[in-house]
């Protein structure tokens, strides 16, 4: 992978036959405007949307789009196309191309360089809303994301086809923010700063079971961000790693980590905790996995009861308690359904929190996928509880902002 610098950044931008092609053109000319070096290829039937010249006079390099010319043998190589990128962004991304790079198909040049490529992907899809609808769709573009890529959900609105529904390729806009959020996570947001930094993790963990199915909670990630928009505002620069989560952040001094399992925020929350003066562990990581993953969709057979064996996941908490040094400070999160005291205060103790923060489903408006909480600020040593009112989350994230800096 290349080791530029942020200014000039390497996109390959791979194209495919779809009417959202157009939108490409647009992509080409945002991320130009970044400074960042484009190059483009298109599969053959992508040039029956748009012409080559179009973005190659925009990104002013050469469009690849065979593996060698038949007229003189020149041959273009996919390999060296992989490795140069720095991002590899696939927009549109058809069902076609989807379902032939999940199963290792190699017959055009953009999938050859697909396979060769080190750098983070990003698929963009765009089809008509049955085929984005469609189970075989749908487990491809699971199992893409199993294996590391990322994808931009379609949109919803008015299709080629003249049928309403998803299946629109994203805004341009969009995708170059997604873009942006992979650089960041790149570097690490090692981008200068003085600003104190701070781990805030947000959101469930999905432990997968097969390229569909997984096991996961409720969590909409919600607190988590109020908390890392409400630590920006105090004056800190955070590492926010999130799982699976409709919410989005446009802070610069918030770096956004995007993870999908327990195992992977572990890896990325103790990569930030080196670099910061405390924690916030506001995710709802799933406590079991299953011990196997099956590669392909478990189908249900004669009525059979499935046996599922779970695995405890890793406990992150205790893992950066490992790691963590004079100085630092971390904080928890409880959600009870019984001895809710008892058991935070446990909680608290066992995994060497200097704060937990107490929830409990048994009062109305708190918990998951509500925009209010009621909690209780639990202390290590002799400071007393305190109990906060149910109110926003955004207003909640303020108080424990507030017994964060007391901490430090």
């Given at each position: 992978m290349?080791?530029?610098?942020?200014?000039?950044?390497?996109?390959?931008?791979?194209?495919?036959?779809g009417i959202a092609a157009y939108k490409s053109v647009y992509l080409v000319r945002e991320f130009v405007k970044k400074g960042w070096e484009v190059k483009v290829i298109m599969t053959e039937s992508a040039k029956d949307f748009v012409g080559p010249l179009s973005f190659s006079t925009l990104s002013k390099?050469?469009?690849?789009?065979?593996?060698?010319?038949?007229?003189?043998?020149?041959?273009?190589?996919?390999?060296?196309?992989?490795?140069?990128?720095?991002?590899?962004?696939?927009?549109?991304?058809?069902?076609?191309?989807?379902?032939?790079?999940?199963?290792?198909?190699?017959?055009?040049?953009?999938?050859?360089a697909y396979l060769s490529c080190p750098a983070p992907i990003l698929w963009a899809p765009a089809m008509d809303l049955d085929m984005y609808g469609h189970q075989s769709t749908k487990d491809n573009l699971a199992l893409l994301k199993k294996r590391g890529d990322q994808v931009?959900?379609?949109?919803?609105?008015?299709?080629?086809?003249?049928?309403?529904?998803?299946?629109?390729?994203?805004?341009?806009?969009?995708?170059?923010k997604r873009v942006e959020q992979i650089m960041r996570r790149q570097s690490g947001g090692k981008k200068k700063s003085k600003k104190p930094r701070v781990l805030v993790t947000a959101g469930p963990t999905y432990e997968a079971i097969d390229p569909v199915r997984f096991i996961g909670n409720r969590s909409s990630g919600k607190m988590g961000f109020a908390i890392a928009r409400s630590l920006s505002e105090a004056g800190f620069a955070v590492d926010l790693v999130s799982g699976p989560t409709s919410l989005n952040i446009n802070d610069p001094n918030i770096n956004v980590v995007q993870v999908e399992s327990a195992d992977e925020m572990e890896k990325a929350a103790k990569r930030s905790f080196?670099?910061?003066?405390?924690?916030?562990?506001?995710?709802?990581?799933?406590?079991?996995?299953?011990r196997s993953y099956f590669t392909q969709k478990k189908k249900k057979i004669n009525r059979k009861p499935l046996d599922l064996e779970l695995v405890e996941t890793k406990d992150i908490a205790l893992s950066l308690k490992k790691l963590k040094s004079k100085g630092q400070?971390?904080?928890?999160?409880?959600?009870?359904?019984?001895?809710?005291?008892?058991?935070?205060?446990?909680?608290?103790?066992?995994?060497?929190?200097?704060?937990?923060v107490l929830n409990s489903l048994n009062d109305q408006g708190a918990g998951f996928q509500v925009d209010t909480n009621k909690v209780t600020l639990i202390f290590s040593g002799r400071k007393k509880p305190r109990d906060i009112e149910l109110k926003s989350k955004e207003a909640v994230s303020k108080d424990i902002v507030d017994e964060i800096k007391n901490l430090i």
């Open positions: 290349s080791s530029s610098s942020d200014d000039s950044k390497k996109i390959l931008l791979g194209i495919t036959g390099n050469p469009v690849y789009s065979q593996m060698f010319d038949p007229g003189s043998g020149e041959w273009t190589n996919h390999v060296d196309l992989g490795k140069w990128a720095d991002v590899f962004v696939i927009a549109p991304a058809t069902a076609n191309s989807l379902a032939k790079a999940a199963n290792g198909i190699c017959d055009n040049l953009l999938l050859a931009i959900d379609a949109g919803s609105g008015e299709l080629a086809s003249g049928l309403q529904g998803q299946g629109r390729m994203a805004e341009p806009e969009e995708i170059l080196k670099n910061s003066i405390g924690a916030v562990l506001a995710a709802a990581v799933a406590d079991y996995k299953p400070f971390t904080v928890g999160f409880a959600l009870e359904t019984e001895n809710e005291l008892r058991n935070a205060k446990s909680k608290l103790e066992r995994k060497g929190f200097d704060m937990i």
